[in-house]
């Protein structure tokens, strides 16, 4: 084990020497991804309406299931009511017979809401997927033009962590090379009246 640390080391080391002349020709730049996404006046539009989607399914899903539980309470009558030894025979089995058909109906309800259920959450799953990836495409697209047009060549997303839930960028010499207020104000820019916060506005017109 020993062993195998000190060729890691060393070859951390000896990477780092060699790699270490190829960085410093190269001009980095960093974006916080996560401020730019969270801020983005498209992604709160779009959570705003998965919101309201979610709103009406759940409206949907409550009056189906209010519709089982009165369903289930006359079927609870029915078959009580084909106890009754007060009726006759006859009516005793039209009354179950009554109550068979309304168990298959309750049967068919809740497999009904089962299936509304699995389709709404699939529903609003892609929902959020598409509005997720076509939001990233957006800010990808703005973050390379910003990089391309100011000279640099990689640009590293200091909101980005580890598998283990650790930050993957530990140090950043500060603010002259980070292109987060630059991509959000741009972003921000063609925003509707009263979507854009003060944090996002371009630097001018802020007060």
Same mark, same amino acid.
Request: aromatic share 6%; glycine share 4%; hydrophobic share 40%.
């Given at each position: 084990? $020993?062993?195998? =640390? &000190? ?7 000896? =990477?780092?020497?060699? /790699? ?10 960093? +974006? ?14 779009? *959570? ?11 409206k949907e899903n409550g009056e189906m299931l209010e519709s089982f539980k009165k369903g289930k309470e006359e079927?609870? #009558?029915? =078959?009580?009511?084909?106890? *009754?030894?007060?009726?006759? &025979? *006859?009516?005793?089995?039209? %009354?179950?017979?009554?109550?068979? @058909?309304?168990?298959?109906?309750? $049967? ?14 699939? &529903?609003?799953?892609?929902?959020? %997927? ?15 033009? $910003? ?7 990689? +640009? ?5 962590? #580890?598998?283990?839930? #650790? ?8 603010? *002259?090379? @980070?292109? #987060? ?7 921000? /820019? /063609?925003?509707?009246?009263?979507? %854009?916060?003060?944090?996002? $506005? ?6």
């Open positions: 084990m $020993k062993n195998f =640390l &000190t060729r890691s080391f060393c070859l951390v080391f000896l =990477l780092s020497l060699v /790699a270490g002349p190829v960085w410093a020709q190269e001009r980095l730049a960093t +974006v916080d991804l996560k401020k730019v996404f969270e801020n983005y006046w498209k992604r709160k539009e779009g *959570d705003a309406a998965i919101k309201e989607r979610v709103a009406t399914m759940e079927y609870n #009558t029915l =078959l009580a009511s084909a106890n *009754d030894p007060a009726v006759s &025979t *006859d009516e005793k089995d039209k %009354r179950k017979k009554a109550s068979e @058909d309304k168990l298959k109906q309750l $049967k068919s309800t809740e497999e009904s809401i089962a299936q509304y259920q699995k389709q709404a959450r699939e &529903t609003v799953e892609q929902q959020m %997927r598409r509005m997720r990836e076509n939001i990233l495409a957006e800010i990808r697209t703005a973050v390379n033009a $910003k990089a391309q047009g100011a000279g640099y060549s990689l +640009v590293i997303d200091t909101a980005a962590e #580890t598998v283990n839930g #650790t930050p993957v960028v530990l140090y950043s010499a500060g603010k *002259d090379h @980070d292109l #987060t207020e630059g991509v959000l104000a741009q972003l921000n /820019a /063609a925003a509707p009246a009263g979507t %854009r916060t003060e944090e996002s $506005k371009p630097a001018t017109e802020k007060k």
